[in-house]
């Protein structure tokens, strides 16, 4: 099927439950990206900051691309002009680079703290106490050009439902929890980031308002990332 097809079939089916779609265009070619845009999708995720950067200026400048794999330190001032949200936040010390490359840019750049609910050791990630510790430090109270608007996870890679449903479910729990002993007053604490094309509709019954597609828009990628 046709990357339009596909994309409108998805649009169709998540319209009514209010879920963002994050068209996840990592390896693709900027004509593949081009053919989802002109079918109105705006948004994208890379999870490599070189091919984000390379495909910003090729592509139409109304994109609001998303930043949505591990990010290091010293490349975060490459993406700061003009990423639109760092779905990948796994550390302090990242926030911290953040925070000051969005300030040269007189910026506020949103961001989402990425929360190690899967089984795998491989998967980046926060654990709930990380977080808290986090937003309890003197550091990030201070920090005046970032904003952190949610949660983003990755399951386990498995055909386990159940397990998934368990670990989306804990997420969305831990997302509650926090907005309400730190984000109270502060509405924009509202971005939950989980489901990807393997088990989106999973993530969606479990609370997801935002999803990250990539092969179920685009077809399988080559090599596997
Ligand atoms: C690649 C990737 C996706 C999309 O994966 P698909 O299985 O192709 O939908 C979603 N989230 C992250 C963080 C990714 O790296």
């Not at 639109?84 to 550390?91: C, E, G, K, R, T």
């Not at 990807?196 to 399988?220: K, V, W």
Request: charged content about 25%; aromatic content about 8%; overall charge negative.
């Amino acid at each position: 099927m046709s990357i339009e097809t596909n994309l409108l079939e998805i649009k169709n089916e998540i319209e009514q439950v209010q879920v963002t779609l994050v068209a996840v265009s990592k390896t693709k070619s900027v004509e593949e990206i081009k053919e989802a845009y002109d079918a109105g999708q705006r948004i994208f995720g890379e999870n490599q900051v070189q091919e984000l950067v390379e495909k910003h200026p090729a592509l139409p400048q109304d994109i609001f691309w998303h930043m949505i794999g591990h990010l290091q330190t010293n490349k975060v001032k490459y993406i700061a002009p003009f990423v639109h949200l760092i779905q990948s936040v796994d550390s302090l010390k990242l926030l911290k680079e953040i925070d000051k490359n969005a300030k040269k840019h007189n910026r506020v750049i949103d961001c989402l703290l990425q929360i190690h609910i899967a089984e795998e050791e491989s998967k980046f990630g926060l654990s709930h106490e990380e977080v808290i510790e986090l937003l309890r430090s003197g550091d990030y109270q201070q920090m005046q050009n970032i904003r952190i608007v949610g949660l983003m996870g990755i399951a386990t890679n498995t055909e386990n439902g159940k397990v998934i449903k368990e670990e989306f479910y804990e997420l969305k729990t831990f997302f509650d929890g926090l907005k309400i002993s730190f984000f109270k007053e502060k509405d924009y604490f509202n971005i939950l980031s989980m489901g990807m094309s393997s088990d989106y509709r999973l993530a969606i019954t479990q609370g997801s308002n935002m999803i990250r597609l990539g092969s179920g828009i685009f077809g399988s990628r080559a090599n596997k990332q």
